[in-house]
């Protein structure tokens, strides 16, 4: 159980598009789910945390507006990415939580390379 | 200081080991412990969780929280080089966000 899926895995895109990521939870419903970005070999750094139904809440130095998360239901998140740039090319993954264990389970991430 | 501490390693073990993880945390709060394995490209993945002291075992992984050290432990057992990973801590208290060390690289030798 509890298992979180994230598509797509992979994407290319040139530099000025937008890019979506979509995020769900397979077998159980999230009242919250988090959206987090990777360097390589460092730790994960929380971008945001998306509530269904309501607006996300941003880590202080992320622009809510370059990120878009939408939270229309239980079991989907997503982050777009406005406008992409080469710097923003990382790995981004989500996590839902769990909230009768306390705990997040995590997507396989997605890997954004902007051109 | 930062919230959690973990020693990033890398650590290199001959298969067999018994291979020993810690952090260390500063918040007295935290009572939700968790330890997750992420292999390379890929998202983290659960392995253990525990709520407060105590210890907490799992086939060849033994978790272990001493909240009045604030510290915290994972033993692995028989090491396999399929256990080779990055090896993440992460805390809570409450319903918060979860706070992370920055991961101890693991590599066991065949």
């Known amino acids: 159980g509890a298992v979180v899926s994230q598509h797509p895995s992979r994407v290319i895109c040139k530099s000025g598009t937008s890019v979506k990521i979509e995020c769900r939870s397979l077998?159980?419903?999230?009242?919250?789910m988090f959206w987090y970005r990777q360097f390589p070999k460092k730790s994960l750094m929380l971008m945001a945390t998306?509530?269904?139904?309501?607006?996300?809440?941003?880590e202080q130095g992320v622009e809510k507006d370059k990120f878009l998360i939408n939270h229309a239901s239980l079991t989907l998140s997503t982050l777009t990415v406005t406008s992409a740039h080469p710097e923003d090319s990382s790995f981004y993954i989500c996590?839902?939580?769990?909230?009768?264990?306390?705990?997040?389970?995590f997507g396989p991430g997605t890997r954004l390379l902007v051109l | 200081q930062k919230e959690v501490e973990q020693d990033p390693g890398p650590l290199s073990v001959p298969e067999g080991a018994i291979v020993s993880l810690n952090c260390t945390y500063s918040?007295?709060?935290?009572?939700?412990f968790m330890w997750y394995r992420q292999y390379s490209r890929k998202g983290p993945e659960l392995l253990m969780y525990t709520y407060s002291s105590g210890n907490k075992e799992d086939g060849r992984f033994t978790a272990q929280v001493d909240k009045s050290s604030k510290y915290i432990s994972l033993f692995i057992r028989d090491s396999q080089p399929s256990d080779s990973a990055t090896y993440l801590c992460a805390m809570k208290s409450g319903a918060n966000n979860l706070f992370f060390g920055t991961g101890t690289r693991l590599t066991v030798i065949p």
């Open positions: 077998d159980f419903q999230a009242t919250t």
């Open positions: 998306s509530n269904e139904g309501s607006k996300a809440t941003y």
């Open positions: 918040n007295s709060a935290f009572q939700y």
């Open positions: 996590s839902a939580d769990l909230r009768l264990q306390e705990t997040q389970y």
